[in-house]
């Protein structure tokens, strides 16, 4: 049996073993594992121990623990992600704007993969949010809705699982960033500018033009990140 390496508490331990086991395994997302009994026989520590390792693993979302029945794997989830980032933030640690040039460089990206994967009805669907965000009252929740959604639908269209959760990961520290930016678009032009911009990104989907997609996102951000700093106090 490998020794707990230094250093590592006994929970530790079994969270690693743990960990490997799903690996070593080849376990899918639902498949179960050994349950408490078990993993402490094989591991030589007792079931509190193990108990307490599931329970860390699954905050994690490495597993899910539920009463009564045996451990399974976890499918990826952003929040496991958006908990530590949005601590990260709170204490300091990174910055907004640091969060938006992240944002940035993950949308630009995602997009132009989008222009490259998308079916025929993600951008069509694309194209219908990007119109009723056209026509939807200026600065109102349905018109912040559909940009959240049109953003989504871009995300879901590039196929990578990776990038759409950590750009899901960051949605919680961004939160009030989406009506802040509408706040900052006071006028009729400023309104039909954005509006514009949004047709531009479904419009090069559509043509499948990954690289004028990621124009098209650029001039996005860069406009609405200048708007907040301009419209901040002081």
């Not at 006994?10 to 969270?15: G, I, K, L, P, T």
């Not at 395994?25 to 030589?44: A, M, N, Q």
């Not at 960051?170 to 009729?188: K, S």
Request: aromatic fraction near 2%; glycine fraction near 4%; charged fraction near 25%.
């Amino acid at each position: 049996m490998p020794l707990e390496q230094p250093d590592e508490t006994r929970v530790q331990y079994v969270m690693r073993r743990v960990a490997e086991h799903i690996g070593h395994e080849r376990l899918r997302v639902g498949d179960e594992l050994p349950g408490e009994t078990s993993f402490g026989e094989r591991l030589g520590v007792s079931r509190p121990v193990v108990r307490e390792a599931f329970g860390a693993l699954s905050a994690l979302n490495i597993i899910d623990t539920c009463n009564g029945r045996r451990p399974r794997v976890s499918a990826l989830n952003s929040r496991t992600l958006s908990i530590p980032l949005t601590h990260a933030v709170r204490t300091e640690q990174i910055s907004v704007a640091q969060v938006w040039e992240t944002r940035r460089c993950l949308e630009t990206q995602i997009i132009a993969l989008a222009a490259l994967r998308r079916t025929d009805v993600e951008a069509l669907r694309i194209r219908e949010l990007a119109e009723a965000m056209a026509v939807a009252e200026r600065g109102s929740d349905a018109l912040i809705g559909f940009d959240i959604a049109l953003h989504k639908a871009i995300a879901t269209a590039a196929r990578n699982a990776l990038m759409a959760n950590m750009l899901a990961s960051l949605e919680p520290l961004l939160n009030a960033a989406v009506p802040a930016a509408w706040r900052t678009r006071h006028t009729d032009q400023d309104h039909a500018v954005v509006m514009a911009r949004h047709r531009d990104l479904a419009d090069s989907i559509l043509r499948r033009d990954p690289e004028a997609a990621r124009r098209a996102m650029e001039a996005h951000f860069d406009r609405a990140v200048d708007a907040l700093l301009e419209d901040a106090p002081g």
